[in-house]
């Protein structure tokens, strides 16, 4: 039986593979799945892509697109989350920044060069006229770093999934002052070319076995409550990610590729466009 080593952020949006390795659906299907959790996100995850040891990384789709463009030899192999991402821009509680426009010319918290938290500071500075030139970041890892970094002044403001943050809201460690959705789907399959290569049949069971589950996650019973539970997040909040959240099970499409590349190149995060089968595989 073949292992795969996959990887994502220990968020909600990954819920549907633990089930599935829970319940073994995917040893039913044909395959182990090794699950592990990267709190770092999609920089680490394409670092860890780069040396091999990962196979498959559930990954934010702007992040490893520039990561191929700059040689990481992945390719996306399916859209996961079809809808967008909500960045909450969010400041200490105690700041003195009120709304999003008091943060220009302030310094970012991320979790690293190549994250989507980086990613977006520039997304979120293009859309309000900033100059990108300007822009300062302080390296936070994760999202405890960011909590330190915003509360001892290290860092002004940090962007990170909306309802992720939100129990920081709620217990007043952070303050939300915007959100910022991608302009495109947010979560993106991606697996080593060699992978690829050698394992087809392997990732086409996984897929399916997914794709299965994520179908109809959403009519679960108690799904709502698995998730608050399993996350530590008000019934409320979860139920208002859930409608705005599309799971997907086609691979993405050529159109949206271009437009993140377009607003990467738009950005100066990319130096050069590729053909949208240099960034992607279909079984």
């Avoid at 008091?102 to 293009?126: C, F, P, W």
Wanted: proline letters at 4%; aromatic letters at 8%.
């Amino acid at each position: 039986m073949k292992t795969i080593k996959v990887a994502g952020v220990p968020e909600h949006f990954n819920m549907p593979w633990h089930i599935c390795i829970e319940n073994e659906s995917f040893k039913n299907g044909g395959i182990e799945v090794n699950w592990k959790d990267v709190p770092e996100g999609t920089g680490a995850m394409c670092k860890a892509l780069r040396a091999g040891e990962i196979d498959v990384a559930v990954i934010l789709t702007e992040g490893v697109t520039r990561d191929i463009i700059n040689g990481n030899k992945s390719k996306i192999i399916q859209e996961y989350i079809g809808s967008p991402l909500i960045w909450g821009i969010h400041v200490a509680a105690k700041s003195p920044y009120k709304n999003v426009q008091d943060l220009e010319g302030t310094k970012a918290a991320i979790s690293r060069e190549g994250s989507g938290s980086h990613l977006m500071a520039y997304v979120n500075a293009q859309h309000r006229n900033w100059n990108l030139d300007e822009l300062r970041f302080e390296i936070v890892h994760n999202l405890d770093g960011a909590v330190e970094a915003l509360t001892n002044d290290r860092a002004q403001y940090f962007m990170w999934e909306h309802f992720t943050t939100k129990p920081l809201v709620d217990d007043n460690t952070f303050r939300l002052v915007a959100d910022c959705p991608t302009p495109w789907p947010c979560f993106v399959i991606a697996a080593r070319e060699e992978f690829i290569q050698e394992n087809p049949e392997a990732l086409q069971k996984m897929l399916k076995v997914l794709n299965a589950e994520t179908r109809d996650f959403k009519l679960k019973k108690n799904i709502d409550q698995k998730l608050s539970e399993g996350y530590g997040q008000k019934l409320e909040d979860i139920r208002k990610w859930l409608d705005l959240t599309r799971w997907s099970q086609q691979q993405i499409s050529e159109n949206e590729m271009e437009n993140v590349q377009k607003n990467l190149a738009m950005l100066n995060l990319i130096e050069e466009k590729k053909a949208f089968n240099e960034l992607t595989h279909s079984f």
